[in-house]
Protein backbone atom coordinates (compact mmCIF):
# COMPACT_ATOMS: atom_id res chain seq x y z
CA UNK A 1 0.00 0.00 0.00
CA UNK A 2 1.30 3.50 -0.87
CA UNK A 3 0.08 6.62 1.33
CA UNK A 4 -0.35 10.18 -0.64
CA UNK A 5 -0.98 13.76 -0.23
CA UNK A 6 -4.51 13.79 -1.75
CA UNK A 7 -5.03 17.96 -1.51
CA UNK A 8 -3.67 20.58 0.90
CA UNK A 9 -4.90 23.67 1.76
CA UNK A 10 -3.36 26.48 3.76
CA UNK A 11 -4.32 30.15 5.28
CA UNK A 12 -2.67 33.24 6.22
CA UNK A 13 -3.23 35.68 8.67
CA UNK A 14 -4.73 38.92 7.09
CA UNK A 15 -2.13 41.70 8.54
CA UNK A 16 0.91 41.62 6.32
CA UNK A 17 4.04 43.33 7.87
CA UNK A 18 6.28 44.77 5.39
CA UNK A 19 10.45 45.54 5.51
CA UNK A 20 9.17 49.37 4.37
CA UNK A 21 6.78 49.57 8.27
CA UNK A 22 10.08 47.58 10.19
CA UNK A 23 12.38 50.43 8.72
CA UNK A 24 10.08 52.95 9.84
CA UNK A 25 9.46 51.84 13.61
CA UNK A 26 13.09 51.13 13.53
CA UNK A 27 14.94 54.03 11.53
CA UNK A 28 18.42 52.85 12.79
CA UNK A 29 17.97 49.10 11.46
CA UNK A 30 20.27 48.49 8.85
CA UNK A 31 17.53 45.89 6.95
CA UNK A 32 19.80 45.60 3.36
CA UNK A 33 22.40 42.56 4.84
CA UNK A 34 19.30 41.05 6.89
CA UNK A 35 17.16 41.54 4.08
CA UNK A 36 19.64 39.59 1.50
CA UNK A 37 20.14 37.15 4.13
CA UNK A 38 16.45 36.21 5.10
CA UNK A 39 15.30 36.93 1.28
CA UNK A 40 12.00 38.10 3.33
CA UNK A 41 10.55 40.91 2.04
CA UNK A 42 7.05 40.95 4.30
CA UNK A 43 5.65 38.13 6.23
CA UNK A 44 2.02 37.59 7.57
CA UNK A 45 1.22 38.16 11.20
CA UNK A 46 -1.59 37.18 13.28
CA UNK A 47 -3.80 39.39 15.00
CA UNK A 48 -3.51 39.51 18.88
CA UNK A 49 -6.68 37.32 19.12
CA UNK A 50 -5.94 34.83 16.32
CA UNK A 51 -3.68 31.51 17.01
CA UNK A 52 -2.38 28.71 15.60
CA UNK A 53 -5.77 26.84 16.11
CA UNK A 54 -7.73 29.88 14.01
CA UNK A 55 -5.05 28.94 11.43
CA UNK A 56 -5.58 25.54 11.41
CA UNK A 57 -9.31 26.01 11.72
CA UNK A 58 -9.47 28.10 8.11
CA UNK A 59 -7.39 25.97 6.55
CA UNK A 60 -9.45 23.32 7.18
CA UNK A 61 -12.46 24.80 6.05
CA UNK A 62 -10.74 26.00 3.02
CA UNK A 63 -10.10 22.51 2.47
CA UNK A 64 -13.57 20.93 2.97
CA UNK A 65 -15.07 23.61 0.53
CA UNK A 66 -12.95 22.43 -1.98
CA UNK A 67 -13.60 18.53 -1.03
CA UNK A 68 -17.09 18.61 0.29
CA UNK A 69 -17.05 14.83 0.86
CA UNK A 70 -14.21 14.68 3.18
CA UNK A 71 -15.99 16.29 6.43
CA UNK A 72 -17.46 12.88 6.58
CA UNK A 73 -14.56 10.54 5.77
CA UNK A 74 -11.81 12.25 8.63
CA UNK A 75 -10.76 9.38 11.08
CA UNK A 76 -7.77 11.25 12.63
CA UNK A 77 -6.51 14.89 13.53
CA UNK A 78 -2.54 15.04 14.01
CA UNK A 79 -1.66 19.08 14.97
CA UNK A 80 2.01 19.82 15.08
CA UNK A 81 2.83 22.91 16.63
CA UNK A 82 5.01 24.55 18.72
CA UNK A 83 2.46 27.64 20.14
CA UNK A 84 -0.80 25.79 21.06
CA UNK A 85 -3.83 27.90 22.30
CA UNK A 86 -3.06 26.01 25.78
CA UNK A 87 -0.52 23.53 27.73
CA UNK A 88 -3.37 21.60 28.60
CA UNK A 89 -5.69 20.30 25.90
CA UNK A 90 -4.34 19.67 22.55
CA UNK A 91 -4.83 21.67 19.56
CA UNK A 92 -6.06 18.31 18.11
CA UNK A 93 -9.18 18.19 20.72
CA UNK A 94 -9.77 21.86 20.30
CA UNK A 95 -9.70 21.45 16.58
CA UNK A 96 -12.08 18.29 16.90
CA UNK A 97 -14.33 20.81 18.78
CA UNK A 98 -14.13 24.01 16.38
CA UNK A 99 -15.04 21.51 13.03
CA UNK A 100 -17.87 20.15 14.65
CA UNK A 101 -16.40 15.92 14.08
CA UNK A 102 -18.06 13.03 15.97
CA UNK A 103 -16.44 11.24 19.25
CA UNK A 104 -15.18 8.33 17.18
CA UNK A 105 -12.08 10.69 16.11
CA UNK A 106 -8.37 9.67 16.49
CA UNK A 107 -6.51 13.04 17.79
CA UNK A 108 -3.40 13.80 18.86
CA UNK A 109 -0.80 16.86 18.87
CA UNK A 110 3.14 16.70 18.02
CA UNK A 111 5.51 19.37 18.78
CA UNK A 112 8.34 19.61 16.16
CA UNK A 113 9.24 22.79 14.05
CA UNK A 114 10.63 23.28 10.51
CA UNK A 115 10.49 19.61 10.09
CA UNK A 116 6.98 18.90 11.47
CA UNK A 117 5.31 18.39 8.17
CA UNK A 118 7.98 15.55 6.84
CA UNK A 119 7.63 13.79 10.16
CA UNK A 120 3.84 14.31 10.16
CA UNK A 121 3.58 12.95 7.04
CA UNK A 122 6.23 9.44 8.55
CA UNK A 123 3.24 9.54 11.39
CA UNK A 124 0.39 9.18 9.30
CA UNK A 125 2.08 6.68 6.50
CA UNK A 126 2.63 4.30 9.34
CA UNK A 127 -1.24 4.59 10.83
CA UNK A 128 -2.62 4.59 7.28
CA UNK A 129 0.01 1.32 6.31
CA UNK A 130 -1.18 -0.52 9.75
CA UNK A 131 -4.75 -0.59 8.66
CA UNK A 132 -6.00 1.93 12.02
CA UNK A 133 -6.71 5.11 9.78
CA UNK A 134 -8.04 5.98 6.35
CA UNK A 135 -8.39 9.78 6.03
CA UNK A 136 -5.76 11.68 8.17
CA UNK A 137 -5.97 15.75 8.40
CA UNK A 138 -2.20 16.78 8.82
CA UNK A 139 -2.26 20.26 10.40
CA UNK A 140 0.65 21.99 10.53
CA UNK A 141 0.64 25.32 11.87
CA UNK A 142 2.50 28.27 13.84
CA UNK A 143 2.36 31.54 15.09
CA UNK A 144 6.13 32.38 16.08
CA UNK A 145 5.18 35.84 16.06
CA UNK A 146 3.80 35.32 19.95
CA UNK A 147 8.28 33.96 20.41
CA UNK A 148 9.45 37.24 19.05
CA UNK A 149 11.15 40.24 20.55
CA UNK A 150 10.08 43.33 19.09
CA UNK A 151 13.71 44.57 19.08
CA UNK A 152 14.64 41.48 17.89
CA UNK A 153 15.96 42.48 14.08
CA UNK A 154 17.06 38.87 12.76
CA UNK A 155 14.17 36.90 14.37
CA UNK A 156 11.72 39.44 13.18
CA UNK A 157 12.66 39.73 9.70
CA UNK A 158 12.31 36.10 9.05
CA UNK A 159 9.37 34.60 10.47
CA UNK A 160 6.08 34.82 9.55
CA UNK A 161 2.63 32.90 10.51
CA UNK A 162 0.90 30.60 8.75
CA UNK A 163 -1.37 27.38 9.24
CA UNK A 164 -1.58 24.64 6.31
CA UNK A 165 -3.82 21.46 6.05
CA UNK A 166 -2.77 18.20 4.17
CA UNK A 167 -5.21 14.88 3.55
CA UNK A 168 -3.53 11.99 3.82
CA UNK A 169 -4.85 9.01 2.37
CA UNK A 170 -4.20 5.62 1.00
CA UNK A 171 -3.03 5.48 -2.64
CA UNK A 172 -5.33 3.07 -5.41
CA UNK A 173 -2.11 3.02 -7.87
CA UNK A 174 0.61 1.21 -6.72
CA UNK A 175 3.57 3.86 -7.95
CA UNK A 176 2.16 7.42 -6.50
CA UNK A 177 2.23 8.25 -3.28
CA UNK A 178 5.50 8.12 -0.61
CA UNK A 179 8.09 6.62 -2.03
CA UNK A 180 10.79 6.94 0.98
CA UNK A 181 10.99 9.02 4.36
CA UNK A 182 14.03 9.44 6.60
CA UNK A 183 14.09 11.31 10.11
CA UNK A 184 16.64 12.90 11.90
CA UNK A 185 17.35 14.25 15.37
CA UNK A 186 20.59 15.73 17.21
CA UNK A 187 19.24 16.73 20.74
CA UNK A 188 22.62 17.68 21.81
CA UNK A 189 22.28 20.97 19.64
CA UNK A 190 18.85 22.03 20.91
CA UNK A 191 20.61 25.22 22.13
CA UNK A 192 21.18 26.36 18.29
CA UNK A 193 17.44 27.35 18.14
CA UNK A 194 15.12 27.24 21.47
CA UNK A 195 12.75 29.55 24.19
CA UNK A 196 14.69 29.20 27.01
CA UNK A 197 11.80 29.71 29.59
CA UNK A 198 8.52 29.68 29.98
CA UNK A 199 8.62 25.56 29.87
CA UNK A 200 8.52 23.36 33.29
CA UNK A 201 12.31 23.77 33.63
CA UNK A 202 12.76 27.22 33.87
CA UNK A 203 9.40 28.82 34.60
CA UNK A 204 8.58 32.31 33.47
CA UNK A 205 9.04 35.04 35.65
CA UNK A 206 10.25 38.39 36.68
CA UNK A 207 14.17 37.95 35.57
CA UNK A 208 13.20 35.82 32.31
CA UNK A 209 11.24 38.45 31.29
CA UNK A 210 14.19 41.40 31.41
CA UNK A 211 15.41 41.77 27.66
CA UNK A 212 19.30 42.15 27.19
CA UNK A 213 20.93 42.76 24.12
CA UNK A 214 22.63 38.90 22.69
CA UNK A 215 26.42 39.22 21.42
CA UNK A 216 25.01 40.20 17.93
CA UNK A 217 23.07 43.05 18.93
CA UNK A 218 19.70 41.96 18.64
CA UNK A 219 17.18 42.71 22.22
CA UNK A 220 15.49 39.71 23.49
CA UNK A 221 14.25 38.30 26.89
CA UNK A 222 14.97 34.54 27.92
CA UNK A 223 10.92 34.01 27.02
CA UNK A 224 11.76 34.55 23.38
CA UNK A 225 13.41 32.81 20.45
CA UNK A 226 17.14 32.31 20.45
CA UNK A 227 18.57 31.72 17.54
CA UNK A 228 22.19 31.08 16.19
CA UNK A 229 21.69 31.51 12.61
CA UNK A 230 25.78 30.39 11.55
CA UNK A 231 25.07 27.11 13.27
CA UNK A 232 21.90 26.43 12.05
CA UNK A 233 23.57 26.98 8.30
CA UNK A 234 26.34 25.00 9.32
CA UNK A 235 23.88 21.99 10.36
CA UNK A 236 22.28 22.65 6.95
CA UNK A 237 24.96 22.38 5.19
CA UNK A 238 26.34 19.49 6.41
CA UNK A 239 23.69 16.83 7.78
CA UNK A 240 20.21 17.97 5.81
CA UNK A 241 22.55 17.51 2.72
CA UNK A 242 24.02 14.36 3.58
CA UNK A 243 20.62 13.05 4.03
CA UNK A 244 19.31 14.35 0.62
CA UNK A 245 22.17 13.13 -1.05
CA UNK A 246 21.61 9.37 0.83
CA UNK A 247 18.41 9.23 0.59
CA UNK A 248 18.56 9.81 -3.72
CA UNK A 249 21.18 7.21 -3.50
CA UNK A 250 19.34 5.08 -1.48
CA UNK A 251 16.44 4.89 -4.30
CA UNK A 252 19.00 5.70 -7.31
CA UNK A 253 17.84 8.59 -7.80
CA UNK A 254 19.82 11.79 -9.51
CA UNK A 255 18.77 15.36 -9.99
CA UNK A 256 17.70 14.84 -13.13
CA UNK A 257 15.07 12.38 -11.70
CA UNK A 258 13.32 14.83 -9.65
CA UNK A 259 10.97 17.27 -11.26
CA UNK A 260 10.70 19.53 -8.23
CA UNK A 261 13.01 19.76 -4.78
CA UNK A 262 10.86 21.70 -1.82
CA UNK A 263 12.55 22.41 0.91
CA UNK A 264 11.79 23.93 4.20
CA UNK A 265 11.77 27.77 3.27
CA UNK A 266 13.95 28.12 6.67
CA UNK A 267 16.06 31.31 5.01
CA UNK A 268 17.53 32.45 1.68
CA UNK A 269 21.37 31.48 2.84
CA UNK A 270 19.71 28.08 3.43
CA UNK A 271 17.73 27.72 -0.07
CA UNK A 272 20.73 28.79 -1.79
CA UNK A 273 23.33 26.33 0.23
CA UNK A 274 21.00 23.52 -0.58
CA UNK A 275 20.58 24.38 -4.06
CA UNK A 276 24.52 25.17 -4.93
CA UNK A 277 25.57 21.71 -3.06
CA UNK A 278 23.25 19.46 -4.64
CA UNK A 279 23.42 21.24 -7.96
CA UNK A 280 19.78 21.96 -8.42
CA UNK A 281 18.58 24.10 -11.81
CA UNK A 282 16.77 27.38 -10.12
CA UNK A 283 13.30 25.88 -12.28
CA UNK A 284 13.41 23.04 -10.00
CA UNK A 285 13.46 24.54 -6.57
CA UNK A 286 10.50 26.37 -5.38
CA UNK A 287 10.87 29.49 -3.69
CA UNK A 288 8.08 31.88 -1.55
CA UNK A 289 9.92 33.38 1.10
CA UNK A 290 10.03 36.65 0.00
CA UNK A 291 5.83 37.41 0.61
CA UNK A 292 5.85 34.92 3.55
CA UNK A 293 8.79 34.08 5.66
CA UNK A 294 9.36 31.37 7.64
CA UNK A 295 6.00 29.99 8.50
CA UNK A 296 7.56 26.55 10.22
CA UNK A 297 5.88 23.25 10.26
CA UNK A 298 3.68 25.11 7.72
CA UNK A 299 6.36 26.17 4.80
CA UNK A 300 6.69 22.93 3.40
CA UNK A 301 2.87 22.29 2.60
CA UNK A 302 2.19 26.28 1.49
CA UNK A 303 5.47 25.45 -0.86
CA UNK A 304 3.93 22.37 -1.99
CA UNK A 305 0.17 23.81 -2.50
CA UNK A 306 1.59 26.71 -4.15
CA UNK A 307 3.72 24.28 -7.02
CA UNK A 308 0.77 21.94 -7.57
CA UNK A 309 -1.30 25.56 -8.54
CA UNK A 310 1.70 27.01 -10.37
CA UNK A 311 2.01 23.30 -11.98
CA UNK A 312 5.35 23.23 -11.26
CA UNK A 313 4.74 19.44 -11.06
CA UNK A 314 2.60 17.33 -12.73
CA UNK A 315 0.89 14.10 -11.93
CA UNK A 316 3.12 11.30 -11.55
CA UNK A 317 6.54 13.85 -11.09
CA UNK A 318 8.62 13.44 -8.25
CA UNK A 319 8.88 15.47 -5.40
CA UNK A 320 11.42 15.63 -3.12
CA UNK A 321 10.11 17.41 0.89
CA UNK A 322 12.94 18.08 3.28
CA UNK A 323 12.73 20.60 6.45
CA UNK A 324 14.97 21.23 8.82
CA UNK A 325 14.96 23.53 12.06
CA UNK A 326 14.43 23.47 16.20
CA UNK A 327 15.32 19.98 18.16
CA UNK A 328 17.68 19.99 16.00
CA UNK A 329 15.44 17.75 13.45
CA UNK A 330 15.05 17.48 10.29
CA UNK A 331 13.27 14.43 7.90
CA UNK A 332 13.42 14.08 3.99
CA UNK A 333 10.71 12.28 1.78
CA UNK A 334 10.39 11.15 -1.72
CA UNK A 335 6.85 11.03 -3.52
CA UNK A 336 5.50 10.33 -6.75
CA UNK A 337 2.73 12.89 -6.84
Same mark, same amino acid.
Given at each position: ???????????????????????????????????????????????????????????????????????????????????????????????????????????????????????????????? *??? /?? #???? $???? %??????? =??????????????????????????????????????????????????????????????????????????????????????????????? *??? /?? #???? $???? %??????? =??????????????????????????????????????????????????????????????????????????
Amino acid at each position: MKVKIQDIAYYLPERILTNTELIQQYPHWNLEKAEKRSGVLERHIAKDNETALDLGVEACKKLFAKNPELREKVDSIIFCTQSPDYIIPSNSCLLQKELGFSDNIFAFDFNLACSGFVYGLAIAQGLI *ISG /ML #KNIL $LVTS %DTYSRYL =HAEDRSARILFGDGGAVSWITSSENSSKGIIDIECSTSGKDFKSFYVPAGGCRVPKSEETAVPARNRHGNVCTAENIHMEGISVLAFVNSQVFRQ *IKR /MM #KKQN $LSVD %DIDLFVF =HQGSQLALEALQRLIKIPPEKILNNISKIGNTVSASIPIALKDALDQNKVQKGGKVLLTGFGAGLSWGTAILEM
